[in-house]
């Protein structure tokens, strides 16, 4: 189990990002956190595999706080947590199978990851992680030279070549239409249901929660208002929704908001 104990972030400049934030993870949900830009789901996702160094509170996994480790300690704790990002993070100039294999980062030794020299049954994994997302034939092709979607496939086979418990996402499907949005979200469910990944990802659109989501935490502001399963979302009420994002907000085109 995951456990966020009333964590909180303030930023430099005196956001609070974050503020007494508290909810469980069950191991091998599909935990979807909704919200408007700026409630605080990139915020809280960064702040678990410390990305962002979190300013009070606790994260709390197999007994061991993440958010009190040392740099020095964290190594270990960041193999088993991927991270799928909105905008890929991909090195272009590189090819596909370069890029998947800097999921290993972590457990190779410094000189042998900066010239990407990896072992052999590392550049097998890849290998087997490309063909689970659909991309044997693109592998010695630049990251560049993919579409949208196809770089998206390229990240989450990233971060399962980490060999992760938990796979962290963030608003991986934001800049691609609605048909790849369903493509992305069905790999990530499929590696949830079939190797019993968590995988804890931020959305914005209300059908694909509803569609994905085993549980919802909602954040407004920095603080949890809205707590909920799937089916939930799909009885939500106005005054549940508005609560979520804010008076002025509509909901419009089968779950999008605006």
Excluded at 15 to 41: C, H, P, W
Excluded at 223 to 246: C, H, L, P, S, W
């Amino acid at each position: 189990m995951l456990e966020y104990k009333k964590l909180s972030k303030t930023y430099p400049d005196g956001t609070e990002a974050l503020r007494n934030v508290s909810f469980d993870v069950e191991e091998g949900e599909f935990l979807v956190i909704i919200g408007l830009s700026g409630s605080g789901k990139s915020t809280l996702l960064r702040c678990t595999n410390r990305l962002i160094d979190p300013t009070s509170g606790g994260i709390v996994w197999d007994g061991t706080d993440i958010a009190a480790l040392a740099n020095k300690d964290l190594r270990p704790v960041r193999r088993k947590i991927g991270m799928v990002f909105q905008h890929f993070n991909l090195v272009k100039r590189l090819s596909v199978m370069n890029n998947v294999l800097s999921g290993r980062l972590g457990y190779v030794n410094d000189s042998s990851s900066f010239f990407y020299r990896f072992p052999q049954e590392d550049k097998d994994k890849a290998m087997a992680a490309l063909k689970r997302v659909g991309l044997t034939e693109q592998a010695w092709k630049r990251a560049s030279e993919l579409s949208g979607g196809q770089q998206q496939r390229v990240g989450i086979a990233r971060a399962l070549m980490q060999e992760p418990r938990i796979i962290l996402a963030d608003e991986p499907v934001a800049s691609l239409d609605p048909v790849l949005a369903h493509t992305i979200l069905g790999y990530l469910e499929k590696l949830n249901k079939e190797d019993g990944i968590t995988v804890i990802c931020s959305l914005h659109y209300l059908d694909l929660v509803q569609r994905y989501a085993t549980r919802v935490v909602g954040l407004r502001d920095g603080e949890v208002v809205y707590r909920g399963t799937g089916e939930d979302i799909r009885k939500m009420t106005d005054a549940q929704f508005k609560e979520i994002y804010g008076e002025d907000a509509e909901r419009v085109n089968a779950g999008a908001v605006s």
